[in-house]
């Protein structure tokens, strides 16, 4: 029989995808921006950007916590859920221009 505690339903976890540090020349805002700009491919930038606003098919705030070596990006659930991140295999690229953009290609 279980007890109490082992049959309580757990809280879901956010939308979150953890991402070396190793990966970034410095440190990531606390708040970035998601940009889903097609069904292959989500953005993910430190600052708005206007060509990214103009073009994107939606868009989300990202928070951006740190555990130990590895930032955890939690994504809108509506995002996450778009891309089916918890299903899907996805490559994540940083690119070498300012801003600081992430891509997350499907």
């Not at 292959?40 to 606003?53: R, T």
């Amino acid at each position: 029989m279980l007890s109490h505690s082992e049959s309580r339903l757990e809280a879901p976890q956010a939308a979150s995808l953890a991402v070396s540090k190793k990966l970034f020349p410095r440190p990531l805002p606390r708040a970035m921006t998601a940009y889903a700009m097609d069904v292959d491919h989500l953005l993910i930038a430190e600052e708005p950007l206007k060509e990214l606003e103009e073009r994107a098919l939606a868009k989300g705030k990202v928070e951006v916590a740190e555990q130990g070596d590895t930032y955890v990006l939690r994504l809108p659930e509506k995002l996450y859920a778009f891309y089916r991140l918890d299903e899907n295999d996805y490559t994540i690229m940083v690119s070498e221009r300012e801003p600081l953009v992430l891509v997350v290609a499907l």
